[in-house]
């Protein structure tokens, strides 16, 4: 899902974004992945916001950790002008896959301690 699609969703989200935790946007389009990087080394987000591809950089980088995750919610309501969701494109398809099936994440599905919800918007 490319940045500008992510942006009606992230600025949704701010109803719950505090003093102390914010809403992240970190969609490749948004920043620079030099720039992401910094960014989520100086900030404290309750929410982030971004493309599977972005997330995945982030977190190979060491910068983003999932230790702390709780939820990840896919977006399906987006469908472009030539009527395509998130799982018919490619370029959003692959990454997500790839993301969810990350070693990391994968064995907390469905777990009651520790777990990791999997939301479908």
Same mark, same amino acid.
């Given at each position: 899902?490319?940045?500008?699609?992510?942006?009606?969703?992230?600025?949704?989200?701010?109803?719950?974004?505090?003093?102390?935790?914010?809403?992240?946007?970190? #969609?490749?389009?948004?920043?620079?992945?030099?720039?992401?990087?910094?960014?989520?080394?100086?900030?404290?987000?309750?929410?982030?916001?971004?493309?599977?591809?972005?997330?995945?950089?982030?977190?190979?980088?060491?910068?983003?950790?999932?230790?702390?995750?709780?939820?990840?919610?896919?977006?399906?309501?987006?469908?472009?002008?030539?009527?395509?969701?998130?799982?018919?494109?490619?370029?959003?398809?692959?990454?997500?896959?790839?993301?969810?099936?990350?070693?990391?994440?994968?064995?907390?599905?469905?777990?009651?301690?520790?777990?990791?919800?999997?939301?479908? #918007?």
């Amino acid at each position: 899902m490319g940045g500008r699609r992510l942006i009606p969703a992230s600025s949704s989200l701010r109803v719950f974004q505090t003093n102390d935790s914010i809403v992240a946007k970190l #969609f490749a389009k948004h920043k620079k992945l030099v720039d992401a990087i910094e960014y989520v080394k100086s900030t404290r987000m309750g929410i982030a916001v971004g493309t599977p591809a972005r997330i995945i950089a982030l977190m190979d980088s060491g910068c983003l950790s999932s230790d702390e995750l709780k939820r990840i919610v896919v977006d399906f309501s987006n469908i472009d002008q030539k009527n395509r969701g998130i799982l018919d494109m490619k370029e959003t398809q692959v990454p997500l896959m790839q993301l969810l099936t990350r070693a990391e994440l994968k064995h907390r599905f469905g777990q009651a301690i520790g777990g990791l919800d999997l939301l479908f #918007f």
